[in-house]
């Protein structure tokens, strides 16, 4: 981009030279510039700034650096889908990725993000001039009269958005101090790509959320954070106060071995085969914090073996008849709501309503009616496949399957 701007502004200058005439002077003010030349100049500015920010004397990386700003400039010129605004942040990413592919993939993720932003600020724009615009005049029977209603008097006392975050993080505060723990282990970073931690972090966000507008929240203490990779940089994004004294929430470098005594721990993982029939409100439970849409291995169950813990699993085939295909991994964001229910209720069909619809057997079945109501004719071919394909089942399909899920269990094959 930088390669670029230079070498039109080379190109113009003896043309401008050529134009004008020796004899006659032309008098510019100092004070007056055009408008373009100004948002070209900071945009130069800020361009080097973090160039400087990024590279920090590193002749290699700045020369990449450069061909990488220009490749994304090329980008913009050609209109294709590269967003306009682009933070340090961003550069180091995409200095990080390795291939174009993946580069385009990434600069369409932050073009069709800052295309929502700009979409959700227009409709709010919109939808404040069309009330502004829809505003009635007040009608009143004498002139001092009180008026009630919205922007009007009210009969209700006005709680205000910081008045409910203060009585949130009150309650919060109140359950570090006496309420039950409970461990997200974030040890699993390296398992993961930069997408999957981003994803993660916003999944942390909405437990700290969740938890604390409950009426009985946990004590939830993160261990195992790095603080210098992406999960935590993403969610410091999201929760901008997260270093600060009073927000609650634990945050710990240490392993949870070193945090809480070993016998009252409790690995909360899909993978094993105790299930967890009855809460114990004096165990604390461990949820890994892990997005596996690549890496599908039964590192929880790795991990709880090799740290010597007790493990359990949700009973999810007791209460729920779960659709073939879908995985029995919950999210965080999906986990602590189910804890927080059941530790307040101790009923296991209430608690388990936090479980995703997409994944029930109900869900599918629906889908498939609806797909068939539709489109009549198809019903005989899905009828037709499904008996076909239960023929052709061997019979030892069964013995097989069965193999490899007591291998998923077997203390040597981790």
């Avoid at 400087?52 to 700003?69: H, T």
């Avoid at 724009?125 to 922007?151: C, L, N, T």
């Avoid at 299930?275 to 929880?300: Q, R, W």
Wanted: glycine content about 2%.
């Amino acid at each position: 981009m930088y390669c670029v701007r230079a070498i039109l502004r080379h190109l113009r200058q003896p043309t401008i030279r050529k134009l004008q005439d020796p004899k006659v002077v032309n008098f510019i003010p100092t004070f007056y510039r055009p408008a373009s030349q100004f948002s070209q100049a900071i945009e130069d500015d800020f361009s080097e700034q973090i160039v400087d920010e990024i590279c920090q004397g590193d002749a290699d990386l700045e020369k990449k650096l450069r061909i990488l700003m220009l490749e994304v400039e090329v980008m913009r010129q050609d209109g294709r889908q590269a967003p306009d605004n682009l933070k340090a942040s961003n550069w180091k990413h995409l200095l990080e990725l390795q291939s174009r592919n993946q580069r385009h993939s990434y600069l369409l993720y932050l073009f069709k993000t800052e295309k929502s932003k700009e979409n959700q600020k227009a409709k709010k724009e919109a939808r404040k001039q069309a009330f502004m615009e829809s505003k009635q005049e007040d009608v009143r029977e004498y002139p001092d009269d009180v008026m009630y209603g919205i922007s009007h008097q009210s009969l209700f006392l006005r709680i205000r958005d910081q008045s409910m975050n203060n009585f949130d993080n009150y309650r919060a505060l109140q359950a570090i101090m006496h309420g039950q723990p409970i461990v997200v282990d974030c040890s699993y970073e390296g398992n993961m790509i930069y997408r999957e931690a981003v994803n993660a972090a916003k999944q942390m966000t909405f437990v700290f959320g969740d938890n604390r507008i409950h009426k009985d929240p946990f004590d939830v203490h993160m261990c195992n954070v790095n603080m210098r990779g992406y999960f935590y940089e993403q969610l410091q994004k999201n929760i901008p106060s997260l270093e600060e004294p009073w927000l609650p929430l634990n945050i710990h470098t240490k392993s949870y071995l070193d945090v809480f005594p070993k016998e009252k721990l409790v690995y909360l993982t899909p993978h094993c085969r105790n299930e967890l029939t009855e809460y114990d409100h004096d165990a604390i439970y461990i949820i890994g914090c892990m997005v596996d849409k690549v890496n599908n291995e039964p590192l929880s169950l790795a991990k709880a073996k090799r740290d010597g813990i007790k493990m359990a699993k949700l009973p999810l085939d007791r209460y729920l008849e779960w659709a073939p295909g879908s995985k029995k991994n919950l999210n965080i964001n999906h986990m602590l709501p189910i804890l927080l229910d059941l530790k307040m209720t101790g009923d296991w069909e209430y608690a388990l309503r936090h479980v995703p619809r997409r994944k029930l057997m109900e869900t599918k079945v629906l889908a498939m009616e609806k797909r068939l109501k539709r489109n009549p004719s198809l019903r005989e071919q899905v009828f037709k496949n499904l008996k076909q394909h239960s023929d052709e089942l061997p019979d030892s399909y069964k013995l097989k399957r069965k193999q490899s899920k007591a291998s998923l269990y077997d203390d040597d094959s981790i």
